[in-house]
């Protein structure tokens, strides 16, 4: 079997998504499956050029290729008239026909939600007899972005269009493929918590620090940081040994926003904004922490996703807090597995901060049950055993 997989994301360094291709690539790949991630538009800027970062490679076996380039013209004005004219997306298209002709796929699977998108690459799976699946991690735009209830009726009219024409789709949660099934009466697999366990193995055991660690992309509206710190301004004191740290490239408001945040609690010396890391350095950063923490705010965007990072941060054995929203304790046993807060509650996440730090070594047991089911049933090697039989089933 030869799959490819298509989608504007930055590979192989990259955020939540990025790391969720990772994860199933390696796993089709571990179950010998040949493939290749195809990256269609260039997603990094020049500004940040690295010799490292070609348009073409291999991660852990898996091929990836950037079609039309990895890197946007350096000229700002060029970049704005690229995106505006259709020219990126066009000759992305176009470059993408030329090489999926050539190495002859037998499987395309488009991970991008964008309805132009999905319609162009659905037909060059159609052009060369290739199966075709789409697959999806969040609800789409306007849900996505500006949290809003539903889509407009241009989006349903092009979904129904395009969508009932894929060979069938996968999907993070249950919310999230009944809410496909609208559009696509068509077999569906779920694949929510997926995590390539071999990143996670390479860190031997690691010298614990007191620190309480976040590792994400700090947007407000998926992931309300400032839960966090308001939380940890109610036991910092009685803490007083812990620092909070916070790894992601929040926008420049979200980070004035979160810096006043934490000089108004007069935490400048215990919570830190450490700014972005590298994915190779993510696993040695999870590993030395006491406590792993995510805050989600419960809404619809939130119903319909699934954290990527739980996935992870519960892979390294150490007790996680995160808040109860979505599918997550379906997956993962309160109390048992690991350890949930009530959304968009301070006080409730203070208290699990607390409980963790005052019980740790239960709370560390806790997480271990959590590491040995996601071991056992969510790593990249048996998801991918999953996908590769939904793929022969289709």
């Keep these: 079997m030869k799959v490819a ?19 199933y690539a390696c796993g089709l ?5 040949e ?27 898996v091929k990836y290729v950037y079609t039309s380039g990895r890197y946007k013209d350096r000229r700002r004005w060029a970049r704005g008239l690229s995106l505006k004219s259709g020219y990126r997306f066009l000759y992305g298209i176009y470059s993408t026909w030329k090489f999926i002709k050539k190495e002859k796929f037998d499987t395309i699977i488009v991970s991008n939600d964008t309805p132009a998108f999905l319609w162009a690459y659905l037909k060059l799976a159609k052009y060369i007899r290739a199966k075709s699946l789409f697959i999806f991690d969040e609800y789409p735009i306007p849900i996505r ?49 997926i995590v390539n366990t071999d990143v996670f193995k390479e860190i031997s055991d690691v010298k614990k620090r007191d620190a309480i660690t976040y590792v994400g992309n700090m947007e407000l509206t998926k ?5 966090i710190i308001t939380a ?9 040994d812990y620092s909070l740290n916070f790894y992601g490239t929040p926008n420049r408001e979200t980070r004035e926003y979160l810096s006043q945040l934490i000089k108004n609690f007069k935490l400048s010396d215990r919570v830190f904004l450490k700014g972005k890391v590298a994915n190779e350095d993510v696993p040695k950063i999870l590993g030395e922490s006491k406590i792993l923490v995510s805050s989600q705010p419960k809404t619809k965007r939130a119903e319909g996703g699934f954290p990527t990072k739980l996935g992870e941060y519960v892979a390294m054995g150490v007790p996680t807090i995160i808040c109860d929203v ?25 208290d699990k901060i607390a409980f963790v730090i005052d019980n740790y070594e239960l709370a560390l047991s ?24 939904f793929i022969e089933s289709l």
């Design 223 to 227: 992931d309300n940081v400032d839960n």
């Design 35 to 61: 493939v290749c991630t195809i990256i269609v538009e260039p997603t990094d800027s020049y500004r940040h050029y690295d010799d490292r970062l070609q348009n073409h490679g291999e991660y852990k076996g």
């Design 29 to 33: 790949n571990a179950n010998d499956v």
């Design 145 to 193: 972005h500006k949290l809003k209830s539903d889509i407009p009726g241009y989006k349903k009219f092009l979904y129904r269009v395009v969508l009932k024409n894929f060979d069938g789709y996968v999907s993070i949660s249950q919310k999230l493929a009944d809410f496909y099934k609208g559009y696509a009466n068509k077999p569906c697999m779920l694949l929510s918590i």
């Design 5 to 23: 997989i298509l989608s504007k994301y930055p590979f192989p360094q990259g955020m939540a998504a990025t790391n969720r291709i990772k994860a």
């Design 232 to 240: 940890f301004s109610m036991v910092a004191e009685k803490y007083h």
């Design 326 to 350: 979505g599918e997550n304790s379906k997956y993962l046993e309160p109390g048992k597995e690991c350890i949930y807060a009530k959304p968009e509650d301070p006080y409730d996440f203070a």
């Design 366 to 389: 806790i997480a271990k049950n959590g590491q040995k089911v996601i071991i056992d049933k969510y790593s990249h090697v048996a998801a991918g055993r999953r996908l590769k039989e």
